[in-house]
């Protein structure tokens, strides 16, 4: 069973670069039909897809976010990353990692990381 | 991108009691419909796939129905676990949307 795990500073400066780090482990980020994807949950609110990498490389980031995310894979580390510009305020949120698998025309998630708590504050 | 809208947002009910949350898409999805639950400081958790199916170790008294725009999350006996945040997705193209959230609370 996969298992994902996020890591990066829990406190961002306004107009600075958010990066935080999904680990997976018990599988290879490169083998099989996956996709990579990035959630967030700001306080007392609900979830907003942020983006996602596929195994191929091909990613896709929501286009209210689109002009300031970044999302890779580092396959020699089993890793994959969020990077994130210019945040403000409105950026705070707990961020998860997760996975989604193709089932049928689409494509489910199928493994969460516990979530981590990104503040943006000086 | 597909909005996904779910009634009520919070819900009061005591255990034991059966409860329907609803969810609408903005427009026809089929089947490609999950819901999750969550409680605090944890992640979602998967309760329902392709709209009816329920995962593995997710107990009888959850089910799902409906297709196309309109989906129902139903909740019989209520347990006491089952207090949470109860949250719809579609997931038949990227991006996925959630609905907002229906709070289940204990009356």
């Known amino acids: 069973q996969v298992q994902l795990q996020e890591s990066g500073p829990g406190l961002v400066k306004p107009s600075q670069t958010l990066s935080l780090t999904c680990t997976v482990s018990g599988g290879s980020i490169t083998y099989g039909d996956y996709c990579w994807i990035w959630i967030r949950q700001p306080a007392g609110r609900g979830l907003e897809s942020i983006g996602r990498v596929c195994t191929g490389g091909n990613t896709v980031y929501i286009p209210s976010l689109r002009s300031r995310v970044t999302i890779s894979v580092d396959a020699s580390k089993n890793q994959f990353s969020l990077k994130l510009n210019s945040v403000t305020a409105a950026d705070t949120a707990v961020y998860y990692c997760?996975?989604?698998?193709?089932?049928?025309?689409?494509?489910?998630?199928?493994?969460w990381g516990q979530g981590t708590l990104v503040t943006v504050s000086s | 991108d597909i909005q996904m809208t779910q009634s009520p947002s919070s819900l009061s009910a005591s255990v034991g009691d059966r409860v329907t949350i609803t969810c609408r898409a903005s427009q026809d999805i089929a089947n490609y419909l999950a819901w999750f639950q969550q409680k605090p400081g944890k992640a979602p958790k998967s309760l329902i796939l392709a709209a009816t199916t329920l995962e593995s170790g997710v107990p009888s008294r959850f089910s799902g129905s409906g297709s196309g725009t309109d989906f129902t999350l139903t909740i019989t006996n209520l347990q006491p676990e089952d207090f949470a945040t109860y949250y719809c997705?579609?997931?038949?193209?990227?991006?996925?949307?959630f609905g907002q959230g229906t709070k289940l609370e204990i009356k």
């Open positions: 997705q579609h997931y038949n193209h990227y991006p996925h949307t």
């Open positions: 997760a996975r989604t698998r193709p089932y049928g025309v689409g494509d489910l998630i199928d493994s």
